[in-house]
T-cell receptor, first 113, second 112 residues
Framework: NAGVMQNPRHLVRRRGQEARLRCSPMKGHSHVYWYRQLPEEGLKFMVYLQKENIIDESGMPKERFSAEFPKEGPSILRIQQVVRGDSAAYFC???????????FGPGTRLTVL | ELKVEQNPLFLSMQEGKNYTIYCNYS?????LYWYRQDPGKSLESLFVLLSNGAVKQEGRLMASLDTKARLSTLHITAAVHDLSATYFCAVGYNNAGNMLTFGGGTRLMVKP
């Protein structure tokens, strides 16, 4: 059973461009979480999704950030008009049920020039 | 707002020694997780603690949970170099999901 997959692993964008991060959960997992990690810090929750639904986006900035988890295909975290402060590692996690352990993907390291 | 604090933030220890990492949290929760992260890597699940008094052990690591004190500990026995990593505790919150609030991490360095 393949683990959580994320791509790209590294992404470089210039200020004002769009960043699109993808996450494929583990097989059989219908719960997806996105977290952001700034250097030398812990992870911060951003958004929680189930198939075709955003359950909780309380940790996501109101502007420029959006997330989706379509019926088919990976979950997408989209950052429009990136700024230098968006540079971070973005981790996706999945679980089979609400209270189960979350399994983390390898992360996407976003660098904004 | 749920807050999770770990201490120490940095720990340098000799191989063979014992030490404990502490994780305090501010709001009632019955779900606590410990993860390990190697530099530039993802998080590896170590322990899930789901009830007061829960104790789990894997190799040289042992985790416990006291929900009344809102405290979890990760005890390292006879440390070896391979345990060098950053350890995070995380507390689950919100009944509608299991969003995790992470502590700041404890960076462990075990010297030969």
């Amino acid at each position: 059973n393949a683990g959580v997959m994320q791509n790209p692993r590294h992404l470089v964008r210039r200020r004002g461009q769009e960043a699109r991060l993808r996450c494929s959960p583990m097989k059989g997992h219908s719960h997806v979480y996105w977290y952001r990690q700034l250097p030398e810090e812990g992870l911060k929750f951003m958004v929680y999704l189930q198939k075709e639904n955003i359950i909780d986006e309380s940790g996501m900035p109101k502007e420029r950030f959006s997330a989706e988890f379509p019926k088919e295909g990976p979950s997408i975290l989209r950052i429009q008009q990136v700024v230098r402060g968006d540079s971070a590692a973005y981790f996706c996690a999945s679980s089979p049920a609400t209270t189960d352990t979350q399994y983390f993907g390898p992360g996407t390291r976003l660098t904004v020039l | 707002e749920l807050k999770v604090e770990q201490n120490p933030l940095f720990l340098s220890m000799q191989e063979g020694k014992n030490y404990t990492i502490y994780c305090n949290y501010s709001t009632t929760s019955d779900r606590l997780y410990w993860y390990r992260q190697d530099p530039g890597k993802s998080l590896e699940s170590l322990f899930v603690l789901l009830s007061n008094g829960a104790v789990k052990q894997e190799g040289r690591l042992m985790a416990s949970l006291d929900t009344k004190a809102r405290l979890s500990t990760l005890h390292i026995t006879a440390a070896v170099h391979d345990l060098s990593a950053t350890y995070f505790c995380a507390v689950g919150y919100n009944n509608a999901g299991n969003m995790l609030t992470f502590g700041g991490g404890t960076r462990l360095m075990v010297k030969p």
